[in-house]
């Protein structure tokens, strides 16, 4: 399924198309710059037969980036997004992406560990695995371990012994320590090839890597010949975009959004035999569960029903966009107090893409290392859930579904009764 079009042509189709772009600075530069890229193979497959499914212009870089002052959150860098959708093996991802955005640093947060939900379904997946894997005095490698809470509890819960690979992990931080892990201030490499483990996790990474196939070659090559190493990986669920409307997950920082048939043939390229795939966190992520193999004669397929969802996604999108921008207007208009709650991706992907800076001011988060900073982009200020109890809002903008139970419960606590909606 090669050849079927080249990268010039595509970006022609593109633009003489004119899909609906969502802009706040039209940057010609921006877009020559990336008529000079090569980013138009599938980085799954390396099909050239990639269909353009949504373009947003000049979004940041990143999401969760702390920014201590305003007027640095305004200027954050930003990149464009060109959702593309690969008819041979289903993959999306963004064909603008430009590696070179992308620093992660110490400022980068985005440890979910503060919502009562997520450590809930942390503490399970974790203990799933242990069960599932017999993890009891084992070696556990988790790459792009953050704070390293997931692995942590892993090491923990099974008495095992955790090595993390992280550039963004904060060697000062007291709060989590543990005598069972070893934290590795550096990205998972092929330097580290020696190293041996029971159980390589890695979750909330995939999708950040412009060269997935290479990233796994070389964890693949790491395992070697060792067989019973599982390997183990959670993304998000593209699913949950498409089907469910879950559009503020497209963030600048994921190139890659993946659904269960697109995950397992990138693993089954790289001689992975795939155990399992699973939707887990109410279809928001997927999940992947392999084993070394020598060979991909075992390719395990699922199905294609995304296709049927790519085609509708489009307008699907600008009407969400449409609809959520005429509610931004009429608070402004009305003069209400609105608040985001959750100042994750999500959150700030909303806020960018409806331009909401004049019309909300803050956002609220549970996690304390976000508060007093400010929202890349649109320059929102952070808060924690205490701020409301003064401020009163008359709407909150829940980010997430999945967190609303618990959102709702600390408004009650507090006494407020704002109208909730879900963004
Ligand atoms: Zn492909």
């Known amino acids: ?17 004119q899909f609906p772009v969502w802009s706040r600075k039209k940057s010609t ?3 020559m710059e990336h008529q000079l890229q ?77 919502s009562p939900h997520f450590q809930g379904y942390a503490n399970s997946l974790a203990s799933h695995l242990i069960d599932r894997y017999a993890l009891h005095s084992k070696t556990i490698i988790e790459i792009g371990s953050g704070k390293g809470d997931f692995l942590i509890m892993l090491a923990e819960m099974g008495n095992n012994h955790g090595l993390g690979f992280d550039p963004s992990y904060e060697p000062d931080l007291t709060d989590h320590r543990s005598d069972r892990v070893t934290f590795i201030q550096d990205y998972y490499s ?77 693993f089954s390229l790289t001689d992975f035999h795939v155990r399992d795939v699973r939707e887990t966190f109410s279809g928001q992520f997927l999940t992947i569960d392999a084993l070394p193999a020598d060979n991909i004669g075992n390719r395990r397929e699922y199905s294609r029903e995304i296709s049927e969802h790519v085609d509708r996604f489009t307008s699907n999108y600008q009407q969400k966009v449409g609809t959520w921008q005429e509610k931004i207007d009429k608070i402004k208009e009305r003069g209400q107090k609105a608040v985001v709650w959750g100042a994750g991706s999500k959150g700030v992907s909303f806020l960018n893409t409806l331009n909401a800076e004049h019309a909300i001011e803050y956002v609220v988060d549970l996690n304390p290392r976000k508060h007093g900073m400010f929202v890349a982009g649109t320059g929102q200020k952070i808060v924690s859930p205490g701020f409301l109890k003064e401020y009163q809002p008359d709407l909150v903008v829940i980010m997430n579904p999945n967190y609303e139970k618990e959102i709702r419960q600390m408004l009650a606590e507090m006494n407020l009764a704002p109208i909730c909606r879900i963004a």
């Open 38 to 114: 090569s980013f138009f193979i599938c980085p799954v497959c390396e099909c050239t037969d990639i269909q353009l499914i949504l373009e947003i212009q000049q979004v940041p870089a990143h999401c969760n980036l702390l920014w201590p002052e305003r007027e640095l959150a305004l200027e954050a860098p930003r990149g464009d997004i060109q959702l593309g959708y690969c008819s041979t093996c289903t993959h999306i991802y963004n064909y603008a992406f430009a590696p070179r955005h992308m620093e992660y640093t110490q400022a980068y947060e985005n440890s979910l560990h503060f």
């Open 190 to 266: 092929e330097k580290y090839t020696d190293l041996d483990a029971d159980l390589i996790c890695c979750r909330h990474v995939l999708e950040h890597i412009d060269e997935p196939s290479t990233f796994l070659t070389n964890i693949r090559r790491a395992v070697g010949e060792k067989e019973g190493t599982v390997v183990f990986f959670e993304v998000p669920n593209v699913m949950y975009t498409l089907v469910d409307m879950g559009i503020w997950d497209i963030i600048y920082e994921h190139c890659s959004y993946f659904n269960r048939e697109s995950l397992a043939w990138l």
């Open 1 to 17: 399924m090669r050849g079927c079009i080249t990268k010039y042509q595509i970006l022609n189709y593109a633009f003489s198309r």
């Open 29 to 31: 530069q921006i877009i």
